[in-house]
C-alpha cells in the first residue's frame, strides 16, 4: 500500500543506505551456505568482544554459544531482566549432495542431489553452481569444500533438455522431476580403465585435489548452490539480486543491530538466536524445535548465581519479546492477482510488519498479539522508522510459516517482520537497498526499546 511518508529514499540518505548495502553484500557472497554465515557471524562477535560460553569464568556482559556449526544464539546485557531476540534462519533452499551420488551415464561422470526447501525445480536447470560444504573423513578429519566459490574454479550444472526433444504438450512443471537432477562432474575418461572410466577420473580428481573417496560422501554436509555474485539491479541500483536473502539477510541485520545496540543497566538484555532447518520446518537439533537456546539461558543464570534455573528460566521467558526476523513477500507487478493490495509491502516502504502467518484459515499461523503489535509500532513511530503491514497474499492462494510459532510455543511473545523480498526462494532473489537498511535500524531500536 505504501504509507504516507513512510518512503526510505525520501528521508535517508543514499550514502548510508549503500554504506550498509556494500558490507551486506561482501556478507551474502561469503555466506553461501549456513556453515558460512555462522562461522562469519562469530568472527564478528569475537571482534565485539563477545566470549564463547565454554570460555567464560565470570559474569560476563556478551556471550555466544555456536550449535554443530549451523546455528548460533549471542546476548548481551543481563538476561535477569528479560531478553528481547531477533530470531532468524540461516538456511535456505537448495539442492543437496545425496548420500552416495556419483554415478556414470553415456560417457558422463555426474552426481545425484537432493532438492532442499521449497524450491521451483526449473530454476535450478542450466544455472551454473557452486558445491559448497564439508566432507568429514572417518578419523574425524574436516575437509571443506568450495569449488565453484573462486572465479578460477569451475562450476557445476543440471543441464536442461533442448526445446527440440521436449514435448510441447506436456506441463512445465512435469518435466522437472527431482531424478533429472543431476550434476555433471566431468567427461574425460580415465585411460586404461574399461569399468565406468569418466566416473573413475572424477574419483581419481577428487583424491588428488581434495583427498575425497567414494565413501567419504557418505559423512559430508554438501550443498549446490548459485555460483552468482551478488550484484546491484536496476538501472537506478535500487535493488540488491543475490543468492539466500531468505533469510541470511535478517540474520545479518539481527547481528549488526545487537552489536550496535546500547544496552544500560538495568535494561533488557538482547540478544539474537539464528536457526538451521526452517526451509524444512524447522527440524532436528539446529533448528527452531530444539532446545539449544534453552539450555544457554539456563548456563546464562548458573553462570549469575541463579540455582533453580528452570524456574527462573520461566520467568524470564515471560518477560522476554522474539521478533521474528524473516523475509516476506513485495507485490510483485507482473502476478498482482496474487496479492491483496491492502496488505502486500511494496518496494522502498520499509520493514513489513507481518501480524500472522499460515495459509487458509490461518492454519499453522503464529499470531502477534494486538498489544505487542501497538508496542512495535509505536517505538518505531517514535523512532521515525518506516514500517508497512505486510500479508503474504490472497488468503485461498497460498501461504507460508516463520519459526515464530515454535518461539511463541515456548511462551516468547512474538511477532513476525522483516524486508520483502521479489523472486523469493529463487537462485537469485530480490531486496530493496532501502528495505534492507531501514530493516536494520528496526530491529536496532527495537533491540534497545521494546
Ligand atoms: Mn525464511
Ligand atoms: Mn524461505
Request: proline letters at 3%; hydrophobic letters at 40%.
Amino acid at each position: 500500500m505504501g504509507l504516507k511518508g513512510h518512503l526510505v529514499w525520501d528521508k535517508r540518505k543514499r550514502e548510508e543506505i549503500e554504506e550498509f548495502s556494500n558490507e551486506y553484500k561482501k556478507f551474502i557472497e561469503f555466506a553461501k551456505i549456513e556453515r558460512l554465515a555462522i562461522s562469519y557471524f562469530e568472527e564478528l562477535l569475537r571482534k565485539s568482544g563477545f566470549i564463547r560460553v565454554d570460555e567464560v569464568t565470570d559474569v560476563e556482559d556478551q556471550v555466544y554459544l555456536v550449535n554443530r556449526n549451523k546455528s548460533l544464539v549471542a546476548i548481551k546485557g543481563n538476561i535477569e531482566n528479560g531478553v528481547n531476540f531477533v530470531a532468524a534462519h540461516v538456511d535456505s533452499p537448495r539442492l543437496d549432495l545425496r548420500t552416495y551420488p556419483l554415478y556414470e551415464e553415456a560417457d558422463i561422470a555426474l552426481a545425484k542431489t537432493h532438492y532442499y526447501g521449497g524450491v521451483k525445480k526449473y530454476q535450478w536447470f542450466s544455472l551454473p553452481l557452486a558445491l559448497v560444504g564439508v566432507v568429514v573423513k572417518e578419523d574425524g578429519q574436516k575437509i571443506d569444500v568450495c569449488i565453484g566459490c573462486d572465479g578460477k574454479d569451475p562450476v557445476f550444472v543440471l543441464p536442461d533438455l533442448l526445446p527440440h526433444l521436449d514435448k510441447e504438450d506436456n506441463k512445465v512443471s512435469e518435466h522437472f522431476k527431482a531424478e533429472k537432477m543431476n550434476i555433471i562432474l566431468g567427461s574425460i575418461p580415465l585411460q586404461g580403465e574399461e569399468n565406468e572410466p569418466v566416473k573413475k577420473n572424477v574419483l581419481k580428481l577428487l583424491k588428488d585435489k581434495y583427498n575425497i573417496d567414494e565413501e567419504d560422501f557418505v559423512s559430508a554436509d554438501l550443498e549446490l548452490v548459485p555460483a552468482l555474485k551478488p550484484r546491484d539491479v536496476g538501472i537506478d541500483s535500487s535493488f540488491i539480486g543475490a543468492y539466500g536473502h531468505d533469510d541470511k539477510i535478517c540474520a545479518y541485520e539481527g547481528v549488526m543491530a545487537l552489536l550496535n545496540a546500547q544496552i544500560s543497566e538495568g535494561q533488557k538484555a538482547a540478544g539474537v538466536i539464528l536457526f538451521d532447518k526452517e526451509e524444512i520446518g524447522s527440524e532436528g537439533d539446529s533448528g527452531a524445535q530444539a532446545r539449544f537456546y534453552r539450555a544457554f539461558l539456563r548456563k546464562l543464570l548458573k553462570m549469575r548465581g541463579i540455582s533453580d534455573a528452570e524456574s527462573a528460566l520461566d520467568d524470564i521467558i515471560a518477560k522476554s519479546t522474539v521478533l521474528s526476523a524473516d523475509v516476506t513477500t513485495l507485490q510483485d507487478p507482473s502476478y498482482l492477482e496474487v496479492h491483496d493490495k491492502l496488505n502486500a509491502a511494496k518496494a522502498g516502504y520499509g520493514v513489513g510488519l507481518v501480524k500472522y502467518t499460515g495459509r487458509g484459515g490461518k492454519g499453522g499461523a503464529s499470531e502477534a498479539h494486538a498489544e505487542l503489535v501497538a508496542r512495535v509500532r509505536g517505538i518505531l513511530n517514535k523512532n521515525g522508522i518506516s514500517w508497512q503491514p505486510s500479508l503474504l497474499g490472497k488468503v485461498d492462494v497460498g501461504g507460508g510459516g516463520t519459526v515464530a510459532k515454535f518461539l511463541a510455543q515456548e511462551g516468547f511473545d512474538t511477532i513476525d517482520m522483516g524486508p520483502g523480498l521479489l523472486g523469493m526462494h529463487s537462485p537469485f532473489e530480490l531486496v530493496s537497498k532501502a528495505d534492507l537498511y531501514e530493516t536494520y535500524l528496526a530491529f536496532k531500536v527495537l533491540l534497545e526499546q521494546l
